[in-house]
């Protein structure tokens, strides 16, 4: 489990999912793993005392009880490479099988010609049982490096919120001449598409446009975003709320009349967007792997580029018609009740079980 002071999709999605599983009757005993990011990033020293003092955790751990499997919630990346292969290294699972939930993979961006990752990945082929990827693209990726398709499963991640919506909860459309409220929320990093969304805004205030923007989160380039808005003139019509508990982003999702949500970054399965589409909210999207996955236009969004123009065009688009958005509305509604946590515990369980089945077939 990511730490309880994380924040990102894993410790929105985990908990509950968690809660779900024990309800179906499976034994769970969660720890926390060195996964997450956190409100200040952790030096490099920090990092590694953490990885090797969970890992020794672990052990004793697995030593003290019998595990049929150890699900490990992580990525696909340089530093998770590392950390996932000493940890198990150093952890000795003995029968237990492992299964390791990528919340989003970059395995382009892991050198084929180093030896140390080709070593490590080579390791952790033969030593994991079972991957769980959100994406085709991903799948992909992991092939590339060695990884067994038979390893791979598809999984989604849990949107803890239906029985957080008001009994009876339908999402009024507003008339184009009313004011919109637009709504961001992300990380700010550069690949998320704050900025553009400002530049966005921008265009559209010039269109004479009627919105409000909230930019819910915060980050690194949140500075600069927050000068871009003084030097676009638009202090009067975008806030920024800085971090804000789990109950207030779900307010402001059943306020907001569309989400935007531009990304280039290479997600997995991100939560926003899918917490969006279960309160039924219609959405400005990119085709950046699950949102291209698992939506459909317009059934579910508009995609767009990462361009602001592109990204006003298909805002206005929606605030123009509100026959789209109101489908839109109810499809989203009605896809968001296949992510409840007890849908995806169920297919997890499945999954879990094969991985187990398999292995007694191997012996």
């Not at 030593?63 to 049929?68: A, I, K, P, S, V």
């Not at 994406?135 to 791979?152: N, Y």
């Not at 989400?259 to 039924?280: C, M, N, S």
């Amino acid at each position: 489990m990511p730490a309880e002071d994380s924040w990102g999709g894993p410790a929105a999605c985990e908990p509950p999912f968690v809660e779900a599983l024990c309800e179906l009757g499976e034994d769970v005993t969660t720890e926390t793993y060195v996964y997450g990011d956190k409100y200040r990033p952790t030096p490099i020293l920090t990092r590694i005392t953490r990885v090797l003092k969970t890992a020794f955790r672990f052990r004793r751990l697995l030593r003290e009880n019998q595990f049929d499997l150890i699900h490990l919630n992580t990525a696909f990346d340089r530093k998770t490479i590392l950390r996932d292969s000493v940890s198990i290294f150093l952890m000795r699972p003995g029968r237990a099988r492992i299964f390791l939930k990528i919340h989003g993979a970059s395995g382009n961006d892991i050198p084929n010609r180093s030896f140390v990752f080709r070593s490590l990945i080579k390791y952790l082929s033969r030593h994991v049982d079972g991957l769980g990827v959100h994406t085709q693209e991903e799948m992909r990726e992991l092939a590339e490096h060695g990884f067994a398709a038979a390893k791979c499963y598809h999984v989604k991640n849990a949107v803890d919120i239906a029985d957080k919506i008001p009994n009876g909860f339908r999402r009024q459309q507003k008339d184009s001449s009313e004011t919109f409220e637009l709504l961001f929320a992300s990380r700010f990093i550069e690949t998320k598409g704050l900025i553009q969304t400002i530049e966005a805004c921008a265009i559209l205030r010039d269109r004479g446009v009627t919105f409000r923007l909230a930019c819910i989160g915060d980050g690194p380039i949140r500075a600069s975003a927050e000068a871009l808005v003084d030097e676009r003139g638009l202090r009067d019509r975008v806030e920024f709320t800085g971090y804000i508990s789990e109950d207030e982003v779900l307010n402001r999702l059943l306020r907001a009349d569309i989400l935007v949500f531009p990304t280039a970054h290479k997600e997995g399965f991100p939560i926003i967007l899918f917490r969006a589409v279960a309160v039924g909210l219609p959405i400005v999207t990119t085709r950046v792997r699950a949102g291209g996955e698992y939506l459909s236009e317009p059934d579910n969004c508009l995609f767009c580029t990462t361009g602001p123009r592109d990204i006003a065009d298909k805002v206005q688009t929606l605030i123009d018609n509100d026959a789209l958005r109101e489908g839109m509305s109810e499809s989203n509604i009605a896809f968001g009740k296949s992510l409840t946590k007890e849908a995806i515990a169920g297919e997890f369980v499945a999954i879990y079980q094969k991985i187990l089945e398999n292995e007694e077939a191997e012996n």
